[in-house]
T-cell receptor, first 110, second 117 residues
Framework: EDKVVQSPLSLVVHEGDTVTLNCSYE??????LLWYKQEKKAPTFLFML????IEKKSGRLSSILDKKELSSILNITATQTGDSAIYLC??????????FGTGTQLKVEL | EPEVTQTPSHQVTQMGQEVILRCVPI?????FYWYRQILGQKVEFLVS????????KSEIFDDQFSVERPDGSNFTLKIRSTKLEDSAMYFC???????????????FGPGTRLTVT
């Protein structure tokens, strides 16, 4: 069974801090790893990673995949209160379903 | 920007009643999905749907659940006889296509909160 584990489960930081969120996985047939941000409503897409070692960036957020270590990290620099959310790591393996991690709850305080 | 929509946003029903949750996927998308998230727990896959049939379903998706695409735009999830443990947020998602070896992005709707009393 495909499995996704995220750490830490929750994190509280101050505005301006840099955070690194971790995701590790086990999968029988890797297709891609996705990062989503979930606030009060539905998850919103951040990144899709398919190749190892290639960093994806979007503003203050960046992410990279390590297929050898079966893991990915999501970095957020200069955090803002609007970054407070649950960050989901999601695996697409064989077939067309997604396997979700439990998420990391990030709270950014002033 | 196109988006997935879901109705209602919140539904309260009594145990044993049937509920139908509605979703309108993005118009050119071909794959449709239902997920649920019990409060405080992680999002769980329920079912995927393509070409008017279920392509994959999880263990959660038992005989009490069914999905349908009754017309060209709506995608529905029916729960025949709701149980207390069906209380959750239900997310619909859609994606453009699934090509062998090519990953895809799923777009999520805002969710329907189902409360079974």
């Amino acid at each position: 069974e495909d499995k996704v584990v995220q750490s830490p489960l929750s994190l509280v930081v101050h505005e301006g801090d840099t955070v690194t969120l971790n995701c590790s996985y086990e999968v029988t047939n890797f297709r891609s790893l996705l990062w989503y941000k979930q606030e009060k409503k539905a998850p919103t897409f951040l990144f899709m990673l398919t190749s190892s070692g290639i960093e994806k960036k979007s503003g203050r957020l960046s992410s990279i995949l390590d297929k050898k270590e079966l893991s990915s990290i999501l970095n957020i620099t200069a955090t803002q209160t609007g970054d407070s959310a649950i960050y989901l790591c999601i695996l697409t393996g064989g077939g067309n379903k997604l396997t979700f991690g439990t998420g990391t709850q990030l709270k950014v305080e002033l | 920007e196109p988006e997935v929509t879901q109705t209602p946003s919140h539904q309260v029903t009594q145990m044993g009643q049937e509920v139908i949750l509605r979703c309108v996927p993005i118009s050119n998308h071909l794959y449709f999905y239902w997920y649920r998230q019990i409060l405080g727990q992680k999002v769980e896959f329920l079912v995927s749907f393509y070409n008017n049939e279920i392509s994959e379903k999880s263990e959660i998706f038992d005989d009490q659940f069914s999905v349908e695409r009754p017309d060209g735009s709506n995608f529905t999830l029916k729960i025949r006889s709701t149980k207390l443990e069906d209380s959750a947020m239900y997310f619909c998602a859609s994606s453009e296509a699934l090509f062998l070896g090519k990953p895809y992005e799923q777009y999520f709707g805002p969710g329907t909160r189902l409360t079974v009393t």
